[in-house]
């Protein structure tokens, strides 16, 4: 029995023994970092700010088209109701409802303008983001901006298509109606103040 303890001992010795250098060798040659030790979760922070990274990229570029989109949006606008002006002038200052079809480009292009806008938008909100991250002053602003030109993105439109229906009643926009450019003109203004303030 004292010889299998003295074995059993000696074995444990000599097994810690060349454990202890495999341990010094593999240190001597690299130093643990932060990756070596890094958990699962770590491992999945670092894939989410990958992805926040991409999708802010994709926002970047998206919010560019939105802009050129939004300002072809005013311009189609104005030369709308250049045409429309111009129309019921030939027909001795006339309304018709033929006036709502002179908006179909204004239209068709505020129909894009909310498509690219709400894409720029999700990729946005939809970026993972560390509870430790600290917007700078730009960020704040640029979010704050999102308070003025997301809910004109929502109600301008629907206002538009109320003064839409009225030109098809072969009247002007009235009421509520009217309030469709201010509340668009207001829209686009926050839109490229949040485009100036995230650039410059």
């Known amino acids: 029995m ?3 303890i003295s074995i059993f001992l000696i074995g444990t010795l000599i097994s810690l023994n060349t454990y202890s250098q495999d341990l010094q060798s593999a240190t001597s040659k690299k130093e643990l970092t932060l990756l070596d030790l890094r958990v699962p979760e770590a491992q999945y922070t670092r894939e989410m700010e990958e992805v926040r990274e991409h999708k802010l990229k994709i926002h970047k570029h998206a919010a560019g088209l939105t802009l050129g989109l939004a300002a072809a949006s005013v311009v189609t606008a104005i030369l709308a ?3 429309v002006n111009d129309d019921r002038a030939a027909r001795g200052g006339r309304m018709d409802s033929s006036d709502s079809k002179d908006f179909n480009l204004h239209v068709a292009t505020a129909g894009l303008t909310l498509v690219s806008y709400f894409t720029t ?46 030109y098809k009643k072969g009247r002007n926009p009235s009421g509520i109606s009217k309030l469709h450019v201010p509340v668009m003109m207001l829209g686009a203004a926050a839109l490229a103040g949040a485009a100036v303030v995230i650039e410059f």
Not at 140 to 150: D, E, G, N, S, V
Not at 160 to 165: R, T, V
Request: aromatic content about 10%; cysteine-free.
């Open 121 to 166: 938008a999700y990729f946005s909100i939809s970026a993972p983001k560390s509870e430790t991250m600290v917007d700078s002053n730009a960020v704040t602003w640029h979010k704050r901006l999102a308070y003025i030109h997301m809910p004109a993105m929502i109600i301008g439109p629907i206002l538009g298509l109320s003064a839409l229906n009225d």
């Open 2 to 4: 004292k010889r299998f």
């Open 81 to 83: 109701k250049k045409k």
